[in-house]
């Protein structure tokens, strides 16, 4: 049973589109992620969240953006996105302390 | 910055054939996990382990946190079709850092 949303599944967009990737969690989870994954490759942190009002960068230069408003929401925005941005976008989140991250089933992008 | 090897990068193997795979890393972890990753999904928590030589299994899953604490394995024993996927280590110190992941294929 997924506790944690990701919405679309699926986006096909233009160039140049501005889009935001939702991700929702209902477990009152603190940390909250934000992973780009390339079919069958590893996961690479983009974005992470220690709890409301915080927002890191991660350890792969992403040219999303992400914001953290209220604990259970950690939506992920392209200005304007471009080819290069397709990929599979993950959304995980975890209890303080607690290292067994929750993963949804993510959003697959493909900017045309 | 910390890196995971994980090998092999792929195996096919016949129904009922046991798998091991493993993570090696320079770095020290403080917790290693094991994720399954189906087609189209996210990954889901197998095993996770806590302490150095720490033995855990999960069905038909065990997995071992190395004493040196630089790598951990993953077996998987007497091989169903469902075990198809791709499984990821992940080591933790601060972030979770994952392993290039293992693709497994389950010949019927």
């Known amino acids: 049973e997924a506790d944690i949303y990701q919405t679309p599944r699926y986006l096909v967009i233009g160039t140049g589109k501005k889009i935001t990737l939702e991700c929702s969690q209902t477990?009152?989870?603190?940390?909250m992620y934000w992973y780009q994954q390339d079919p069958g490759m590893e996961l690479h942190l983009i974005h992470y969240?220690?709890?409301?009002?915080?927002?890191e960068k991660g350890d792969l230069s992403s040219e999303s953006t992400v914001s953290r408003i209220r604990t259970e929401h950690f939506p992920l925005t392209l200005e304007s996105a471009r080819p290069s941005h397709t990929s599979q976008y993950l959304c995980?989140?975890?209890?303080?302390?607690?290292?067994?991250?929750?993963f949804g089933s993510g959003t697959r992008l493909t900017v045309v | 910055g910390q890196q995971l090897n994980q090998s092999p990068q792929s195996m096919f193997i016949q129904e009922g054939e046991d798998v091991s795979m493993n993570c090696t890393s320079s770095?020290?972890?403080?917790?290693w996990l094991w994720y399954k990753q189906d087609p189209g999904e996210g990954p889901v928590l197998l095993i996770a382990?806590?302490?150095?030589?720490e033995l855990t299994s999960n069905g038909r899953l065990t997995a071992q946190f190395g004493i040196t604490r630089k790598d951990s394995f993953l077996n998987i024993s007497a091989s169903i079709p469902s075990d198809v996927g791709i499984y990821f280590c992940?080591?933790?110190?601060?972030?979770?850092?994952f392993g290039q992941g293992t693709e497994l294929s389950v010949k019927p």
């Open positions: 995980a989140s975890s209890e303080l302390g607690e290292y067994g991250y929750t």
């Open positions: 477990m009152g989870h603190d940390k």
């Open positions: 969240s220690y709890g409301v009002n915080s927002t």
């Open positions: 770095s020290i972890f403080n917790t």
């Open positions: 382990l806590y302490k150095a030589g």
């Open positions: 992940a080591g933790q110190g601060g972030k979770l850092i």
